[in-house]
C-alpha cells in the first residue's frame, strides 16, 4: 500500500532581505519623508482604497524615480520577483529574457492609529511589500502594524475539532501575521487577501509597496 501527503492548491510567496537595507534605508527614509512634506505634489490624487487618518499614500510611480536609492531598490525587488516567477511558472533563461514588466509602486508613510483595510490588487499577477522603517512596537501593542495575509480557503476553519486544529506548514487555517523587518522583502499572488492593522507606535512605518503585471515581448505588450 502507497501512502503520499501533499500539499494540493497551494499559495506561492517569497521573503528576502536587501544585503545592505541599513545603507539604502537610511536613504529611502530621508527621500520619501522629505516627499511626504510637500503634500499634493507626490501624493495619489486617485487612491483605489480609503485612506484611514495617519496614512499617506504616494502616487504610483515610485520606481520611475531616478535618486539612486530608488533605482537600486528597483533592482533589487524585480531580481527576487524574478527569481519566484521563474521558478514557480518553469521558464527557461530564454523565456525569461523576453519577459516584460509593468508595474505600479508607491510608498506608505503610516502614523499612529494608521491601518489599511482587507483588499486585494484587480489586475495584477505579483504584488510586493519591502520595509523600510517598521516603527516602534509598543510591548503592550504586539499585533501593531503587522501586514495580515487570510487563508483563500474561505471554508477551511468552518468546522474545527482534534482532527484538524493543530494543522502544521505548510497546511493550516486562519491567517498568517509578518512582524516586518527593516529592509524584508514579501512577494505574494496579487489576489490574495491581506490588510495592515493599526500602528501604536510614535515614529513613522514606512514601507513600499508595488503590484506587477507581465507579457512576453512577442505579444505586442500588456495593456
Known amino acids: 500500500m502507497t501512502f503520499k501527503l501533499f500539499p494540493m492548491f497551494a499559495v506561492p510567496m517569497a521573503q528576502a532581505v536587501h544585503p545592505d ?22 501624493a495619489n490624487p486617485h487612491p483605489s482604497l480609503k485612506l484611514q487618518p495617519g496614512v499617506f499614500e504616494s502616487d504610483f510611480n515610485l520606481f520611475s524615480w531616478p535618486e539612486p536609492c530608488v533605482q537600486r531598490l528597483r533592482q533589487f525587488c524585480w531580481a527576487m520577483l524574478g527569481r519566484v ?28 492609529g494608521g491601518f489599511t483595510i482587507l483588499h486585494t490588487h484587480p489586475m495584477a499577477s505579483w504584488s510586493g511589500v519591502y520595509c523600510v522603517a517598521p516603527g516602534e512596537m509598543p510591548p503592550d501593542r504586539p499585533e ?4 495580515r495575509f487570510h487563508n483563500p480557503h474561505h471554508y477551511a476553519n468552518y468546522f474545527l475539532d482534534p482532527g484538524n486544529l493543530r494543522f502544521q506548514a505548510p497546511y493550516g487555517h486562519g491567517t498568517w501575521n509578518i512582524r516586518f523587518q527593516p529592509g524584508q522583502l514579501v512577494l505574494f499572488p496579487s489576489w490574495l487577501q491581506h490588510e495592515v492593522l493599526p500602528f501604536y507606535g510614535q515614529d513613522e512605518r514606512i514601507t513600499i509597496a508595488f503590484n506587477c503585471w507581465f507579457a512576453m515581448k512577442e505579444d505586442g505588450g500588456a495593456g
Request: proline content about 2%; glycine content about 6%.
Open 21 to 42: 537595507a541599513n545603507a539604502l534605508n537610511a536613504e529611502l527614509k530621508a527621500l520619501l519623508l522629505a516627499r511626504e512634506a510637500e503634500g499634493e505634489r507626490y
Open 85 to 112: 516567477v521563474q521558478q514557480v511558472n518553469g521558464y527557461t533563461p530564454e523565456e525569461m529574457a523576453r519577459l516584460q514588466i509593468y508595474s505600479h509602486t508607491w510608498f506608505h508613510v503610516t502614523r499612529h
Open 144 to 147: 501593531s502594524g503587522v501586514l
